[in-house]
């Protein structure tokens, strides 16, 4: 079983430039979820989904947008990178709302 | 939102049981306790979870007070595979949609 799978591992941008993270989990499942994880912080929830269609914002959603056009993937895009998005990116899946969550291995990304 | 407080490192020696609290007073009566840990910079790993009776798997234990105010994890025979940033999380019902929201952990050390 594959599980979450996250594309790619490691990214350097330079400000202003755009990408996509990708995100994709062969589970069937539902909800999906993307965090940054900062040193210190703690893991801290981008956007989330409950299914194909819907998305909604988690607590820092500034600079990020996601779609779910489908079960299987969500990507997360930034459309003008900022120095401030150099994280450790996490993407998760669960059955639904409140299942225990898988967890992808990350995608750390640099912003010079 | 219902807050977790854990202490912020703890050291356990190999093979005795490990005993991670969690404090959450302000949990509310429908709101579950979750665990998940986090190997060096790996993905988070689903623990356990549970409302108010205490709970088993093959990983953990879970005992929640009966107030709920608070929680332990057990490790039952800790290795060294176990040092992990270990997260208590209560799961956060928000106008219809739910999501966890990751503090910043108690770093567990087990020592040889």
């Known amino acids: 079983n594959a599980g979450v799978t996250q594309t790619p591992k490691f990214q350097v941008l330079k400000t202003g430039q755009s990408m996509t993270l990708q995100c994709a989990q062969d589970m069937n499942h539902e909800y999906m979820s993307w965090y940054r994880q900062d040193p210190g912080m703690g893991l801290r929830l981008i956007h989330y989904s409950v299914g194909a269609g819907i998305t909604d914002q988690g607590e820092v959603p500034n600079g990020y947008n996601v779609s779910r056009s489908t079960t299987e993937d969500f990507p997360l895009r930034l459309l003008s990178a900022a120095p401030s998005q150099t994280s450790v990116y996490f993407c998760a899946s669960s059955y639904f709302i409140g299942q225990p969550q898988h967890f992808g291995d990350g995608t750390r990304l640099s912003i010079l | 939102d219902a807050k977790t407080t854990q202490p912020t490192s703890m050291d356990c020696a190999e093979g005795r049981a490990a005993n991670l609290p969690c404090n959450h007073s302000?949990?509310?009566?429908?709101?579950?306790v979750y665990w998940y840990r986090q190997i060096h910079s790996q993905g988070p790993q689903y623990i356990i979870h549970g409302l108010k009776n205490n709970e088993t798997n093959e990983m953990a234990s879970l005992i929640i007070t009966e107030d709920r105010k608070s929680s332990t994890l057990i490790l039952p025979h800790a290795t060294l595979r176990d040092t992990a940033v270990y997260y208590c999380?209560?799961?956060?019902?928000?106008?219809?949609?739910?999501?966890?929201?990751f503090g910043k952990g108690t770093k567990l050390t087990v020592n040889p």
């Open positions: 302000t949990i509310s009566g429908n709101e579950y």
């Open positions: 999380i209560v799961r956060v019902a928000q106008g219809g949609s739910e999501k966890l929201v």
